[in-house]
């Protein structure tokens, strides 16, 4: 919580509330030198940069004050895949960039796509949603109407309690284990992350799928939509810029376990690699 509040923290909320670090009302903050300082207290700069500059890099936050956000009683959720050729997945991909972003407030659709083709060289990605307020068959229609490409059925849609959809996404099994995670061992990652602005042409998309086929297994890449209230918070009002104009961010990821370490650098290699091929892509500064 310390770090993620820090670190202006994303989630499947924030189409509709912004940032973690946006709902911070006031905190409990020690400076290097041991002086305790609240809102009313501390200098309006600290306060700014407290809340997304990075934990670790001021103080330490005793405590945040946040503002609780309301939640409907039912939620629709859902995983989809996907499967074809490149070309195929290129193609909802690059749809994707234009709904992801621009959906109501309340709807949250990412896109996850791994680097392995099956043996009969499909590439497969998924679609994960989850949808504030509507129930399924209003969800679908709009999902349908602006993303017909993706063929949504009611079947693969669900209407389950908020804390239900955060127990389906965090992967665990009840509501009770929320409370109860352990930590995953000896599995290791590396991880980067992109801003789009622009989207990216089909015959460019066609290309990092491509390029994305060549990673080991474990490699894949996560598009969280921007938009809704993310675009009307102010590029300056946190140290966390990525706001109006900012379509969606890109998550590269490579996961490995212990019985793997001897190729631990080939995979941070491939990482820092397909990195470098999406510069020309992706935002600049910042
Ligand atoms: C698997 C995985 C999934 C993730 N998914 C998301 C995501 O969906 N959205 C997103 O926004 N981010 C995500 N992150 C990034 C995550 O927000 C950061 O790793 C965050 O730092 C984790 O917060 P933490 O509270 O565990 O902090 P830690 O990892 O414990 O600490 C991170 C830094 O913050 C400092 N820190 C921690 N607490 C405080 C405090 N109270 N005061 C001052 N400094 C402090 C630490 O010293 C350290 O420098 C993910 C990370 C991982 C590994």
């Known amino acids: 919580m310390g770090g993620h509040t820090a670190g202006g923290g994303f989630g499947l909320l924030s189409r509709k509330f912004g940032l973690a670090a946006d709902n911070v009302l006031d905190a409990v ?3 290097p030198n041991g002086s305790s ?4 207290t501390m200098d309006d700069d600290v306060f700014w940069a407290i809340r997304g500059g990075g934990g670790g890099s001021w103080g330490v936050v005793y405590a945040w004050k946040l503002r609780l956000v309301p939640v409907p009683d039912n939620v629709t959720v859902f995983s989809v895949a996907r499967s074809g050729p490149a070309e195929l997945i290129a193609g909802l991909m690059h749809r994707w960039q234009y709904v992801g972003p ?10 996850l796509i791994p680097a392995r083709s099956s043996s009969d ?4 990605m998924s679609f994960t949603g989850q949808v504030l307020g509507r129930p399924k068959q209003l969800a679908m229609s709009v999902l349908n109407q602006s993303f017909p490409e993706l063929g949504l059925a009611e079947s693969e849609l669900s209407e389950v309690s908020w804390l239900e959809s955060a127990v389906k996404f965090a992967g665990v099994s009840s509501v009770a284990s929320l409370t109860n995670r352990q930590p995953r061992v000896g599995e290791y990652a590396k991880r980067k992350s992109d801003y789009v602005q ?3 042409s089909m015959q460019d998309t066609i290309r990092i799928v491509q390029y994305l086929s060549t990673g080991p297994a474990g490699s894949s890449i996560q598009l969280d939509p921007y938009g809704g209230a993310m675009a009307r918070i102010g590029s300056t009002d946190t140290p966390f810029p990525h706001r109006a104009g900012y379509l969606y961010s890109i998550q590269y990821a490579v996961t490995w376990n212990a019985s793997d370490m001897d190729r631990s650098d080939g995979h941070v290699e491939w990482l820092r690699s397909f990195y470098a091929f999406m510069a020309s892509y992706v935002s600049k500064n910042p």
């Open 37 to 40: 300082f609240t809102r009313d």
């Open 102 to 111: 621009s959906l109501p407030d309340e709807f949250y659709l990412s896109t």
């Open 198 to 200: 622009a989207p990216i």
């Open 121 to 124: 060289g499909n590439i497969s």
């Open 29 to 31: 903050f020690i400076a």
